[in-house]
């Protein structure tokens, strides 16, 4: 009898244990969806960055004009 009351503590706490991970693993994913949309816009400032280092702010400037349709 003190076997199943093992068995079944232990499934409970496996069975917790799972839930909590399940949402860590959630909150996780949510972080990456996050993390790629800000490095998304990183990346568009640095091509802005690297066009008026290369090529002027004017270019530039003129680049990003073109690029938001503006």
Do not use: W
Request: proline share 1%.
């Amino acid at each position: 009898m003190h076997d199943i009351k093992m068995i079944s503590e232990t499934e409970a706490k496996l069975s917790a244990h799972e839930q909590v991970c399940a949402e860590r693993y959630e909150g996780i994913q949510k972080s990456f969806a996050n993390g790629s949309k800000r490095m998304t816009k990183i990346e568009y400032l640095l091509y802005v960055v690297i066009a008026a280092v290369l090529f002027g702010p004017g270019v530039a400037g003129e680049f990003v004009k073109k690029a938001l349709g503006l």
